[in-house]
């Protein structure tokens, strides 16, 4: 079955590092996603992803953030100064497009990547 | 703006239970409706959803879920818990082009 992949399971950065977590969406996906949950809160959304360019984004995705598709099958987000409270668990998210109104289709996660900013 | 309520930040049943996990919506559009599964270290797993058909929706591991416009719930059942079932669960809405607005979780635990 496929599924969507991210790299590393858990990173420990020092604070003011850049860090990139990469994501390998699933093939035919063409819609991709970031959430971030911090340790005990809830499921938040960060950023959407299509065609190149991003489509959506939260008040939390601020400056500090981008993302990319380097190449046909990575999806990279990337946290150019981590701070403290970035620390978090970062899911990436893929859909197949839909067609028509609004999203019916089903996120597919992946199991995330645990990043611990000290 | 949309926005999802969990009742209940921690739910504990007995095996064999019913399982009830509560979830109000607020949509200004009709909304699409998810209930999301995470396991101990796990990612997000979806249960099943709600895409304007049935309003009664079935999902897997033996759970559903049934949209109440008039209540602006979509409550989350199972009529036996299950150890297994143990976990910490999501809803979520969407009424734009994309995106997920989830909640903020329920932890299900299960007792013999």
């Known amino acids: 079955e496929p599924e969507v992949t991210q790299t590393p399971s858990h990173q420990v950065t020092q604070m003011g590092q850049e860090v990139i977590l990469r994501c390998v969406p699933i093939?035919?996906?063409?819609?991709f996603y970031w959430y971030r949950q911090i340790l005990g809160q809830k499921v938040e959304f960060l950023v959407s992803f299509y065609n190149n360019e991003i489509s959506e984004k939260s008040e939390i995705f601020d400056d500090q953030f981008s993302v990319e598709r380097p190449d046909g099958s990575n999806f990279t987000l990337k946290i150019r100064s981590t701070k403290l409270e970035d620390s978090a668990m970062y899911f990436c998210?893929?859909?197949?497009?839909?067609?028509?109104?609004?999203?019916?289709?089903?996120?597919?996660f992946g199991e995330g990547s645990r990043l611990t900013v000290l | 703006a949309q926005s999802v309520t969990q009742l209940g930040s921690h739910v504990s049943v007995s095996e064999g239970a019913l399982v009830l996990l509560r979830c109000n919506y607020s949509?200004?559009?009709?909304?699409?409706l998810f209930w999301y599964v995470q396991y101990p270290n796990q990612g997000l797993q979806l249960l099943l959803k709600y895409t304007s058909a049935a309003t009664l929706v079935k999902g897997i591991n033996g759970f559903e879920a049934e949209f109440k416009k008039s209540e602006t719930s979509f409550h989350l059942t199972k009529p036996s818990a299950h150890m297994s079932d143990a976990a910490e669960y999501f809803c979520a809405v969407s009424d734009r082009a994309l995106g997920l607005t989830f909640g903020t979780g329920t932890r299900l635990q299960v007792t013999l």
């Open positions: 949509s200004s559009v009709p909304p699409y």
């Open positions: 998210a893929s859909s197949e497009v839909t067609p028509g109104r609004g999203l019916a289709g089903e996120l597919f």
């Open positions: 093939s035919n996906h063409l819609y």
